[in-house]
């Protein structure tokens, strides 16, 4: 069993910059793939990004490139995401997400077994 927990978002305005976190706990497994997907009200759950823990193999979707960066930091089970220039189409409830079995570019969310709470990130206009 992986437990996740996220921190951060908020609300900024267009252009602006937020910060997510996301630690996992629990794990016995040897590796894991980390990262996140947003949800917008009435829409299904999109891919953002992920990396795998062990070597920082990572993959984002292009609607963030170039904007949004994903790292890790292995002593502590941590993924983070900064997003960059926002913009209002960004706005959604980001999940962290794991699994010890999925490489980075699995980009359906049913992929992954482990899910976080989920944290709100709004972008004004």
Sequence with gaps: QVHLAESG?????????????CAASGSTFDDLTMGW????????????AAIRMSDGYQYSADSVK????ISR?????????????LKPEDT????????PIVI??????AAYD????????????
Aim: proline fraction near 3%; hydrophobic fraction near 30%; aromatic fraction near 10%.
């Design 92 to 99: 959604a409830k980001y999940f962290c997400m794991a699994d």
């Design 37 to 48: 997907f947003r949800q917008a009200p009435g829409k299904e759950r999109e891919f953002v």
């Design 66 to 69: 170039g904007r949004f960066a």
């Design 73 to 85: 930091t292995n002593d502590k089970n941590t993924v983070e995401l900064r997003m960059n220039n």
């Design 9 to 21: 978002g908020g609300l900024v305005e267009t252009g602006g910059s937020l910060r997510l976190s």
């Design 114 to 125: 482990y899910w976080g709470q989920g944290t709100q990130v709004t972008v004004s206009s």
């Design 104 to 109: 980075p570019t699995a980009t359906r969310a």
